[in-house]
């Protein structure tokens, strides 16, 4: 049951602390920087060159924060919709990874992507959080989110359990490839060890909920965010959109002035994700929108920055900056929520939409 909890979607939002600590449970030694995937041996991933992701909505979203991560490493990495990606599939080589994210499983856009990667002779990995699943049967191998059941229809742990173990694969693959030493992964496993607690911080003073009741009856609300940021930035969109029923978009910050910054008015917050990488450049994408008289809500760290602009303030701890998007992203289910909540929506089942889409 909800417990405690209003709607199965705060619970889950609540658990993650809990679905990060069995995600990474026995999976990660910081002192020797290892980082062992159950089902995986030891060089595992020698071969790979290139992962293509596939994957639909908030697992797409996931994937894209798994491409960010492996390309920013040197290894070659697409996401691509699962629904696009029987109309153009990129190649596959020797080399080839294809990698389903599905947290059920079931999705039929992702089932089909997969088939036909595995036709192709491509390698296939399935993440996933449900063992058995149709996804992970056709995948030549699977690994398991271990998020626990989730019932809201919009998805809030696995969106984390998803991208943390895709940060953690990013890692292995380059291990396994380049003998990347061992060092080198010891302080990103040490924030990963500490991402319990991190969330937890989060979720202790989020300042969510004060931002969703000012800013709750707004037009439309935009969501920009670079690398990490902007698969934060279209996630924290789609859940926004899912659950409120308003109009929201993410978009790539370098992308606002060319087009989106026409819909800019004092009626449109933006809420602008800062993971540490070409912040600066964010910081002027956001002044840009708060000129035209929008509102800005800074995701970052205490003392930085974009904290001296913005009008409000949704604080990230500290942490590695391959992590501090997941953080950003817990806070933007929290505005989600609040914002919903107001509005009086049927959060844990809105209209139209399914737990699990398995139909085309
Ligand atoms: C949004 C949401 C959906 C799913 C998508 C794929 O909150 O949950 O966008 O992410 O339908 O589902 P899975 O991960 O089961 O393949």
Request: proline share 4%; hydrophobic share 40%.
């Amino acid at each position: 049951g909800k417990g405690e909890y209003d709607h199965f979607m705060l619970k889950e939002i609540n658990e993650q602390p809990t679905a990060i600590a069995q995600a990474i449970e026995g999976r990660i030694d910081p002192a020797r920087g290892a980082i062992d995937l159950d089902g995986f041996e030891p060089g595992a991933f020698e071969d790979i060159d290139e992962v293509q992701f596939v994957a639909c909505g908030t697992s797409y979203h996931a994937a894209l924060y798994g491409a960010t991560a492996l390309n920013r490493i040197g290894i070659s990495a697409t996401a691509m919709l699962a629904n696009e990606y029987s109309v153009a599939a990129p190649p596959i080589d020797d080399g080839t990874l294809v990698v389903a994210v599905t947290q059920s499983g079931e999705t039929a856009d992702t089932l089909n992507a997969l088939r036909s990667a595995a036709a192709a002779g491509a390698e296939t990995l399935t993440l996933t959080n449900v063992i058995g699943s149709t996804a992970s049967r056709i995948a030549d191998k699977t690994l398991l989110i271990r998020a626990g059941p989730e019932i809201g229809v919009a998805a809030t742990k696995t969106f984390s359990s998803q991208a943390l173990m895709l940060v953690l694969l990013s890692r292995r693959i380059a291990a396994d490839r380049s003998g990347e030493r061992s060092g080198d992964r010891r302080s990103l496993l040490e924030a990963v060890e500490s991402m319990p607690e991190s969330i937890e911080r989060v979720l202790d003073r989020s300042g969510a909920a004060a931002v969703a009741r000012r800013y709750g009856d707004s037009q439309s609300y935009f969501f920009i965010g670079r690398g990490f940021g902007y698969a934060v930035s279209l996630e924290g969109a789609l859940k926004f959109k899912e659950i409120t029923y308003e109009h929201a978009e993410g978009f790539a910050s370098g992308e606002l002035k060319h087009g989106p910054l026409a819909l800019v008015t004092p009626e449109t917050p933006i809420f602008a994700v800062f993971t540490g990488t070409e912040d600066e450049k964010t910081l002027k994408n956001a002044e840009e929108a708060q000129t035209r008289g929008a509102p800005v809500i800074a995701l970052c760290p205490p003392g930085h920055e974009a904290t001296e602009i913005a009008d409000e303030h949704l604080e990230i701890p500290e942490t590695d900056a391959t992590l501090a998007g997941l953080l950003a992203n817990v806070q933007l289910q929290l505005v989600s929520y609040y914002a919903a909540t107001q509005l009086d929506r049927s959060i844990d089942k809105p209209r139209n939409l399914a737990k699990s889409v398995t139909v085309e």
